[in-house]
Structure formats: structure tokens, C-alpha cells
Antibody
């Protein structure tokens, strides 16, 4: 069964770059029917879509974060990554990686467990 | 961006009774391919969300049949026919018809 696991620093300083990795186990991330994405949830608040990346590396970003976000794929390691630059306290959130099925469902079908990232000096 | 508005914010329900959550979109969610990509996700306390319903009314694998979805265009509803203790949590609607993907603000289902 496919599993998603986020990893990365739990504390990032203001103005620095947040970097997270999602490791996929149990399947290939090169399947054409899936995209891979990131969603975040500030403490006690709702969900915000960050962006998605296709099996071929095509990216889609939330325009509110567009200039600060970079998603990438490493098929050899079955990992995909998120980089968010120039972070502020407003970027403190639980970050979830996700698997999106783009044919029948065309949406998120699986979520990682999530990892809390706090932005503080 | 498409705005999804959920009501109510909170829904106290007696065990065994039904619950209903509304999700209204600021514009039609009908895609150019004719499908409507509106899904519902459940987030139990301390857990990540999980997919319940996709394309308005399709139950995802393993989802109990007490959950059902309906609607069209801009108005959608998630119904739980008989609420059980394990249904406590926050429910989110999500649209993937158009980028950027957006979520409703969430509805908290709790037991009276």
C-alpha cells in the first residue's frame, strides 16, 4: 500500500527557506495518472493548497505563494520536495504532502500524516 | 479564485441522527469536460484529512455508505445518514475544477 511521509526541519527562521521532502513508498511516482502536491494548515485553521507537480515535472502553484514556491520531483529516490522562500510567521503550519489521481477522481486521494513547521527566530 | 463557502460552521448532532453540510461555490464547478470536481474530506481530531466523496457523489474506497454527496453547479451537500461517534471531526469541501485548488472553510461535526 502506498504511503506518504513528510520530513524536514520543524523550525525555520524568518526570511529563510523552508524545505520539506515527501517520501513515497509502495509505488512509483512516475505513473502518469498521478500528481503530487502540498497543502498546509495553520494551527487551528483551515486548509490551503500550495501546489502540485506532475509525473513529468509540470508544476501548478497557488498564485498567492507563486513567487516563493518551488516544487520538484526526484524519481530515483521516489521523493518530491517543497521549497518556500522568505518565510514569515504566517507560514507556520502543518504541511501535508498528497497524492492526486488525475483521471477518474481528478483530486487528492491520499494525504501524508503532516509535519508541523514553525517559523520563529 | 473560486471561493467555497461552507455552512454551518458547527453542527452538533445526536448519535444516530442525520447531519447535513452545505458547500456553495462562487462560480460553477462544471469543468469543460462536463464533470464537476467537487470532493469532500474528513479530518478527525489529530489526524490528516481523508477523502470521502469525489465528483459530487462518488464514495471513495472504504467509505461507509452512510456518507453521501449531492448537488450540481454551485451548490453541494454532504449528508451523513446516521452520525456515529467516529464521524466527529471537521469536514471540508474542495474544488479541483480550476486552478488554484480551493477549500471551504470547514464544518465541525460534534456530538450533542
Amino acid at each position: 500500500q502506498l504511503q506518504l511521509q513528510e520530513s524536514g526541519p520543524g523550525l525555520v527562521k524568518p526570511s529563510e527557506t523552508l524545505s520539506l521532502t515527501c517520501t513515497v513508498s509502495g509505488d512509483s511516482i512516475s505513473r502518469s495518472s498521478y500528481y503530487w502536491g502540498w497543502i498546509r494548515q495553520p494551527p487551528g485553521k483551515g486548509l490551503e493548497w500550495i501546489g502540485s507537480i506532475s509525473y513529468s515535472g509540470k508544476t501548478y502553484y497557488n498564485s498567492s505563494l507563486n513567487s516563493r514556491v518551488t516544487l520538484s520531483l526526484d524519481t530515483s529516490k521516489t521523493q518530491f520536495s517543497l521549497r518556500l522562500s522568505s518565510v514569515t510567521a504566517a507560514d507556520t503550519a502543518v504541511y501535508f504532502c498528497s497524492r492526486e489521481q488525475i483521471t477518474a477522481v481528478r483530486g487528492v486521494i491520499q494525504w501524508g500524516q503532516g509535519t508541523l513547521v514553525t517559523v520563529s527566530s | 479564485d473560486i471561493v467555497l463557502t461552507q455552512t454551518p460552521l458547527s453542527s452538533p448532532v445526536t448519535l444516530g441522527q442525520p447531519a447535513s453540510i452545505s458547500c456553495r461555490s462562487s462560480q460553477s464547478l462544471v469543468h469543460s469536460d462536463g464533470n464537476t470536481y467537487l470532493s469532500w474530506h474528513q479530518q478527525r481530531p489529530g489526524q490528516p484529512p481523508r477523502l470521502l466523496i469525489y465528483k459530487i457523489s462518488n464514495r471513495f474506497s472504504g467509505v461507509p455508505d452512510r456518507f453521501s454527496g449531492s448537488g450540481a453547479g454551485t451548490d453541494f451537500t454532504l449528508q451523513i445518514s446516521r452520525v456515529e461517534a467516529e464521524d466527529v471531526g471537521v469536514y471540508y469541501c474542495m474544488q479541483t475544477t480550476q486552478y488554484p485548488v480551493t477549500f471551504g472553510g470547514g464544518t465541525k461535526v460534534e456530538i450533542k
